[in-house]
């Protein structure tokens, strides 16, 4: 009989970010960004989002996507929480440069300055870029 023992090392999760740069409906790399966030957390991962530069428009409510016939992708936010992902991060200056505060955002992020958001970041053992 074999009896196969793991390691913690082998079953500790990963801290994986996923950064989105990408405003919505210009391209599928948002959409792509947050469907793997969701397919991670799937698999007990640890999953933190970040909305930087272009991509806070991600979570600008009220979007209204059929005018171009998109999709729109605002209610798989509301799944964030349903998979156990709660490390959700703004970029404070696209905030600041599209005149948007965090009421008009779809969820509650942590808002921060670059240079901690890149701290945040290089904590993480797996970096995505979308």
Known sequence: ???QVE???SKKEKKIAVIITQPPYQSIAGKEGLDLAL???TFEQSVSLFF????????????QPELINQKN????????EL???EDIYT???ALKNYNLIEQD???TTQVMALDKLGTVIASHDIIINF
């Open 1 to 3: 009989m074999v009896v």
């Open 7 to 9: 390691s913690k090392e």
């Open 39 to 41: 397919v991670a957390a």
């Open 52 to 63: 930087i530069g272009d991509g806070v428009w991600q979570l600008v409510k009220d979007q």
């Open 73 to 80: 992708i605002s209610a798989s936010f509301g799944a964030l």
């Open 83 to 85: 998979y156990g992902i």
């Open 91 to 93: 970029d404070v200056s």
């Open 105 to 107: 955002l779809v969820i």
